[in-house]
C-alpha cells in the first residue's frame, strides 16, 4: 500500500507511541480548593469538570485534557469509566457557534479490553485522569500532501477517537458521562450498582491553527540538531503537519534511530525512497533497525514485495524474519499466491519468531478462493503438530480468520491440546466457526478445564454457537 488512511495513520501514532500517551487515574477526596474549579451541573450526585492544558494549539501540538469527576451525595457511588484508551469517547467538541464537530473511531482499540472499567468514588472525593491528544492535520491521500493545497483538514486526535475540524479557527470542549438501562444491566452482570444518568462538564473554549513554513524549517533543524526529546518531539510535529519536506531529516533521524522516524518515512514517503532504504537495511547490523526499515518500506511502496521474499528466505534474525513475514502479508493482495506459498514455507522451518508472524500473516488474508485449501492444510498442520505452542495456539485462532467451517473437527481435537491456550483458542474459533455439533465436546472440555479463561472461553463458545442456531432458525 501506498498511503495510509488517516485510521491507519492514528494507529501508528498510538501504537509507535508518538504523543498518545495513557491517561493516568485516581479517586481521592479534594481539598476545599476545588471551589475554584468550574463545574458542569450536578446530576444524581455527580458533577464534572475539565480543563486543557494549552488554549491555543498549532498543528501538532499535544493536547492533555484534564477530568474531574467529584462525587458530592453522602454515599459512594460507582461509575462506568473506560480505560485510557477508551476516554476520547467521553468528549465532545463544537464550533464557537456551537455546531457539534463530528467524530470518527481510529479503529486501535477494538477487543483490547473484555472487561468493562468501574470506579468507585467516595463521598466528597474526586475521581480525576487525563486524555492526551493532538492537532493534526487529515490526509488520506497524495493531494492531501501538497503544501500548497489550502484545503487541509485540520483534525483534533485523541487515542480512540478524531473529532474532524475542518479549517482553523475556535472551538469548545467538553466532557459527557452518561449511562443508562443498559449501563445498570452490564453493572448487574459484575454485581456492581452503577451510577445512572447523564452529565456534563464545563465547556471550554480552545483555537487551533497551521503551522507556518517557517515554523515548520525550525522543527527540521530541531530534528537534526536537537536533543534526543527534541527528536523525538519534532518526528511528533513533523507527521502531524504530513512535512513532506523534511523528508531528507526523517531518513537521516531513521538511520540514527530516532524514536517514530522509521513510522513517519514509510508514512509520508514513496517508491522513490526504496533504494535509500534497501541499502539501509544491508548496511545496518541491528535487528531493530532493520525491522524498522521493514516497517518503513512496506508503508512507502507496493514494490518491495520481491525484497521481503528475499528477506524472509536468507535473514539469520527470527525476529526480523517474523516482521518480514507479517509485512509481506499486508501486501498480499498485490501478489496473493506467492505470499500464501511464502508464508506456507515458513510454517515448515524449525525456528519459532518467523511461524508467529506467518500465521498472522496469512490470518490477515480474507479471501483464498483457490488457495484456501491449502491455507487451511498448513494451519490444521501446525495446530496439530507443531512442538511450539505458540505456534499451534496462534494456528487454531488464526484458523477462525479463515472462514472455512471444515476445520472444525480439528479444532474439537485441539481442545485436548495438552496446553491450555491452545484449547482455549480453539474454543473461540469454534464459537465463530462451528454448527451445534460443538457444542458438547465444549461442554466436555469445560468439565476438565484448569483455568478460568478456558471455562470462559468454552462458555462463551456456546453461547455464541447457540445464538447463531437461533438466528439461522428464525429465517
Not at 310 to 334: I, N
Request: charged share 20%; net charge negative.
Amino acid at each position: 500500500m501506498t498511503r495510509l488512511p488517516v485510521s491507519s495513520l492514528i494507529a501508528l501514532l498510538a501504537l509507535s507511541g508518538l504523543g498518545l500517551g495513557t491517561a493516568g487515574a485516581s479517586a481521592s477526596a479534594e481539598s476545599p480548593a476545588t471551589s475554584q474549579v468550574e463545574w458542569g451541573p450536578t446530576v444524581n450526585g455527580l458533577h464534572c469538570s475539565i480543563t486543557l492544558s494549552q488554549r491555543d494549539l498549532r498543528v501538532g501540538d499535544p493536547l492533555v485534557v484534564g477530568v474531574k469527576i467529584q462525587n458530592v451525595s453522602d454515599q459512594p457511588i460507582t461509575i462506568h469509566y473506560a480505560p485510557a484508551y477508551y476516554e476520547g469517547e467521553r468528549l465532545a467538541v463544537e464550533t464557537a457557534q456551537g455546531e457539534a464537530i463530528s467524530s470518527f473511531k481510529s479503529g486501535i482499540t477494538e477487543g483490547l479490553f473484555s472487561k468493562p472499567a468501574f470506579e468507585r468514588i467516595a463521598p466528597g472525593a474526586t475521581f480525576t485522569t487525563s486524555i492526551n491528544g493532538r492537532a493534526m492535520l487529515e490526509w488520506a491521500n497524495r493531494s492531501y500532501l501538497a503544501p500548497s493545497n489550502p484545503d487541509r483538514p485540520v483534525i483534533l486526535n485523541f487515542r480512540d477517537v478524531s473529532f474532524r475540524l475542518g479549517a482553523p479557527g475556535t472551538f469548545r470542549m467538553s466532557l459527557r458521562l452518561s449511562s443508562d438501562d443498559d449501563t445498570a444491566a452490564l453493572g448487574k452482570r459484575y454485581d456492581t450498582l452503577l451510577w445512572t444518568g447523564a452529565v456534563e462538564s464545563n465547556a471550554v473554549p480552545f483555537s487551533v491553527r497551521l503551522r507556518t513554513r517557517e515554523e515548520l524549517d525550525r522543527t527540521i533543524e530541531e530534528l537534526r540538531s536537537g536533543a534526543t526529546d527534541e527528536k523525538a518531539q519534532a518526528v511528533q510535529v513533523i507527521i502531524a503537519n504530513a512535512d513532506r519536506e523534511a523528508m531528507p531529516a526523517l531518513v537521516e533521524a531513521m538511520a540514527a534511530g530516532v524514536a517514530g522516524a522509521s513510522e513517519a518515512v514509510g508514512a509520508l514517503g514513496d517508491s522513490s525512497l526504496v533504494p535509500r532504504l534497501v541499502q539501509m537495511y544491508r548496511e545496518t547490523q541491528s535487528d531493530a533497525q532493520k525491522e524498522a526499515v521493514l516497517d518503513a518500506l512496506q508503508m512507502a511502496s507496493r514494490d518491495v514485495f520481491d525484497f521481503f521474499a528475499e528477506v524472509l528466505g536468507s535473514e539469520p534474525s527470527d525476529m526480523t524474519r517474523r516482521t518480514a513475514a507479517v509485512r509481506m502479508a499486508d501486501m498480499a493482495w498485490m501478489r496473493k499466491v506467492s505470499a500464501v506459498h511464502a508464508l506456507l514455507a515458513v510454517l515448515k522451518t524449525p525456528d519459532s519468531p518467523p511461524k508467529w508472524g506467518a500465521i498472522d500473516g496469512l490470518a490477515k488474508l480474507e479471501d483464498y478462493c483457490l488457495l484456501r485449501p491449502m491455507v487451511v492444510s498448513g494451519l490444521v498442520t501446525a495446530m496439530k503438530s507443531d512442538p511450539d505452542r505458540t505456534v499451534r495456539q496462534r494456528a487454531a485462532g488464526a484458523l477462525s480468520s479463515i472462514g472455512d467451517a471444515s476445520v472444525v473437527p480439528a479444532l474439537i481435537e485441539a481442545l485436548r491440546d495438552p496446553s491450555p491456550w491452545v484449547g482455549a483458542d480453539a474454543a473461540h474459533s469454534l464459537g465463530r466457526l462451528a454448527g451445534p455439533e460443538a457444542i458438547e465436546p465444549l461442554r466436555e472440555y469445560q468439565k476438565v478445564a484448569q483455568t478460568k479463561s478456558q471455562t470462559e472461553a468454552a462458555a462463551g463458545a456456546i453461547t455464541a454457537i447457540q445464538q447463531r442456531a437461533q438466528r439461522l432458525g428464525a429465517r
